[in-house]
């Protein structure tokens, strides 16, 4: 049980481009979802935490206008790089929560962006 | 600024042995605590979660919490080549709006066969 997707697993776009990463919940109800970035040798870095049907919060220093969050059911959460350029090529990875935030997480296999 | 830190790695152990992975975090309102393994180029899978003070064991892994200290450790014993991996601490609070969650740095473990 658990299971988290994530698709595409992997996606090289040009410059000026938009990318949308899905986010699914294969066998549980996601009450919250949460978006994370890493570099190369570098721990997670959460960008934004998002409920179904409400606004995604955000951390700080993340663009809300770049990276948009659409938590659309309890199952699928969409975050999409808008206008990418190169130094937005990391790993981004999803996790789910049955609860909030202080329960157990379940991580998406992620998703390895490239912007050329 | 909320903040989790863990024993800077890399941590090498020989086969067999006890690994010993550390991390302290700074607020005392923090009320769970993670550790999650991530093999490279893979996410992060859970291994343990503990939410209140004193051991809690789960096959080779014992996770420790210490409230007081503000510490929270993992042991792993009879260490496997296959154990090799970075691990992370997570540790999570409730927040005025929303809920909070903030991982380490990670430490790097390799067991040497």
């Known amino acids: 049980g658990a299971v988290v997707s994530q698709h595409p697993s992997r996606v090289i776009c040009k410059s000026g481009t938009s990318v949308k990463i899905e986010c699914r919940s294969l066998?549980?109800?996601?009450?919250?979802m949460f978006w994370y970035r890493q570099f190369p040798k570098q721990s997670l870095m959460l960008m934004a935490t998002?409920?179904?049907?409400?606004?995604?919060?955000?951390e700080q220093g993340v663009e809300k206008d770049k990276f948009l969050i659409n938590h659309a059911s309890l199952t699928l959460s969409t975050l999409t790089v808008t206008s990418a350029h190169p130094e937005d090529s990391s790993f981004y990875i999803c996790?789910?929560?049955?609860?909030?935030?202080?329960?157990?997480?379940?991580f998406g296999p992620g998703t390895r962006l490239t912007v050329t | 600024q909320k903040e989790v830190e863990q024993n800077s790695g890399p941590l090498s152990v020989p086969e067999g042995a006890i690994a010993s992975l550390n991390c302290t975090y700074s607020?005392?309102?923090?009320?769970?605590f993670f550790w999650y393994r991530q093999y490279s180029g893979k996410s992060p899978e859970l291994i343990m979660s503990?939410?209140?003070?004193g051991d809690k064991e789960d096959g080779r892994f014992t996770a420790q919490l210490n409230k007081a200290s503000q510490y929270v450790s993992l042991l792993i014993r009879d260490s496997q080549p296959s154990d090799s991996a970075t691990y992370l601490c997570?540790?999570?609070?409730?927040?005025?709006?929303?809920?909070?969650?903030?991982f380490g740095p990670g430490t790097s473990l390799s067991v040497i066969p």
């Open positions: 503990i939410y209140s003070n």
């Open positions: 066998d549980f109800q996601a009450t919250t």
């Open positions: 998002s409920n179904e049907g409400s606004k995604a919060t955000y």
């Open positions: 997570a540790v999570n609070w409730p927040g005025t709006s929303y809920d909070k969650v903030i």
């Open positions: 607020d005392r309102g923090s009320q769970s």
């Open positions: 996790s789910a929560s049955v609860g909030t935030a202080l329960d157990e997480q379940y």
